[in-house]
C-alpha cells in the first residue's frame, strides 16, 4: 500500500458523522430527510429541444460532526460511467449546512468534471426546497426538490432571465430510495 492510501480511511472517518449534531436536529431535518442513497433518472432539456434521459444515482450523508450533510451526485451511474462517454454526465458533490444568522441553508455544489462551483442559498417554500443562485449575469436559477416523500422526490433546475416572469426547464429527476 502507497503512503497515500493510509490517509484516505482517516479522512472518511473525520468527515462521516452518524446523524445530525444534537443541537442543530431540528434545523437540519429539511435536507436531513434525504440522507440514504437514490436511484435516479435524469432529463437533461437540450437547447435544440430534443431531450436526453440518464440512469444516475445520489448519496446523502451526514458530515462534519452532524453539522452539515455531504451529497454524492453521479450520472450516469457508476457502472455505467466508462461505457457511456456522455458529456452531459457528471460526478461532483454538494456540502449543505444551515446557516443560522442567515436562517437559511448554504449549500454549494462542486463538479470537478465540468468545473463547476455553484453555491445557493435553500428554504422550505410551501412543500418544495428552493435553492437559488446567480451564476450568469442578468440570470437567476433554482433547484427545486418538490413532490418530497420518505421514499421518493422530484427534483428540477429552472432558470429565469426576466426576474421569474418566464423561465426556462434545464433539467428534471425523479429519484427513489435504494432498499
Not at 434545523?27 to 437547447?47: A, R, T
Not at 421518493?152 to 423561465?167: A, C, L, Y
Amino acid at each position: 500500500m502507497r503512503s497515500h492510501e493510509t490517509k484516505l480511511p482517516a479522512m472518511l472517518e473525520a468527515l462521516h458523522a452518524d446523524g445530525p449534531h444534537p443541537g442543530l436536529a431540528g434545523k437540519l431535518k429539511l435536507f436531513g430527510q434525504f440522507v440514504g442513497s437514490w436511484d435516479v433518472e435524469v432529463i437533461n432539456y437540450l437547447s435544440d429541444g430534443s431531450r436526453r434521459v440518464m440512469e444516475a444515482e445520489w448519496h446523502f450523508g451526514w458530515v462534519l460532526e452532524g453539522r452539515a450533510i455531504e451529497d454524492v451526485w453521479i450520472a450516469p451511474r457508476r457502472g455505467m460511467r466508462r461505457q457511456s462517454g456522455d458529456e452531459l454526465g457528471d460526478y461532483g458533490a454538494t456540502l449543505r449546512f444551515f446557516d443560522l444568522e442567515l436562517g437559511a441553508w448554504r449549500s454549494t455544489w462542486i463538479g470537478p468534471c465540468k468545473g463547476y462551483v455553484k453555491p445557493f442559498i435553500a428554504r422550505p417554500v410551501g412543500n418544495e426546497i428552493v435553492l437559488e443562485g446567480a451564476f450568469m449575469p442578468g440570470s437567476v436559477s433554482r433547484w427545486i426538490f418538490s413532490e418530497i416523500t420518505p421514499d421518493s422526490f422530484h427534483w428540477r433546475h429552472v432558470e429565469s432571465r426576466d426576474d421569474w416572469t418566464t423561465q426556462v426547464l434545464h433539467q428534471e429527476m425523479n429519484a427513489r430510495r435504494r432498499f
